[in-house]
T-cell receptor, first 115, second 109 residues
Framework: DSGVTQTPKHLITATGQRVTLRCSPR?????VYWYQQSLDQGLQFLIQ???????AKGNILERFSAQQFPDLHSELNLSSLELGDSALYFC??????????????FGPGTRLTVL | GQSLEQPSEVTAVEGAIVQINCTYQ??????LSWYQQHDGGAPTFLSY????GLEETGRFSSFLSRSDSYGYLLLQELQMKDSASYFC??????????FGTGTQLKVEL
């Protein structure tokens, strides 16, 4: 158990809908990262927040957005969902924003299925 | 941009040693990490190389050569439970990880 929690574990929805994925980082970790893992694209970095502020963006679609709240939990919002958005979405946390020796702690993931 | 290459699949027998190579092209490089992921599970951190050379952690070792943009993960005394996918990842600015496509390791009896 990494100490990172994600809810829900599974999510099934229809095209065009909007969903919110939630992540609570390990106690004391200020950085939260979101990743998307699909069969054809592998593990892709989406976005990073550090202590409430956006720090880095990866291949995140405009239909997707995220935020980190004062209690450090984070939410990833996916809207106008398409079939291709079906994937595993991981949240990870670390204490650092840089120079962190590459170690991130991953949550169990949310499996999103868009029908 | 960044790209990482690693073999898609490796098969080895229990008790053997296996090496998984990773080559990378990147702008902004702090180090190379290795993660293990079992089917349906979360990636878990194995090791990190920020400097050239070998890092050893139990049965696992990892090597980095910055001048060659190359690294590898060495797994010794393979066990059935080591069957998993292994990802190399470049740590860039902001501690952001860019992952390779992953190597599926199958350990056979």
């Amino acid at each position: 158990d990494s100490g990172v929690t994600q809810t829900p574990k599974h999510l099934i929805t229809a095209t065009g809908q909007r969903v919110t994925l939630r992540c609570s980082p390990r106690s004391g970790d200020l950085s939260v990262y979101w990743y998307q893992q699909s069969l054809d694209q592998g593990l892709q970095f989406l976005i990073q927040y550090y202590n409430g502020e956006e720090r880095a963006k990866g291949n995140i679609l405009e239909r997707f957005s995220a935020q980190q709240f004062p209690d450090l939990h984070s939410e990833l919002n996916l809207s106008s969902l398409e079939l291709g958005d079906s994937a595993l979405y991981f949240c990870a946390s670390s204490p650092w924003t840089s120079g962190g020796a590459g170690e991130q702690f991953f949550g169990p993931g949310t499996r999103l299925t868009v029908l | 941009g960044q790209s990482l290459e690693q073999p898609s699949e490796v098969t080895a027998v229990e008790g053997a040693i296996v090496q998984i190579n990773c080559t990378y092209q990147t702008s902004g490089f702090y180090g190379l990490s290795w993660y293990q992921q079992h089917d349906g599970g979360a990636p878990t951190f194995l090791s990190y190389n920020g400097l050239d050379g070998l890092e050893e952690t139990g049965r696992f070792s990892s090597f980095l050569s910055r001048s060659d943009s190359y690294g590898y993960l060495l797994l010794q005394e393979l066990q059935m439970k080591d069957s998993a996918s292994y990802f190399c990842a470049v740590t860039g600015g902001g501690n952001k990880l860019t992952f390779g496509t992953g190597t599926q390791l199958k350990v056979e009896l």
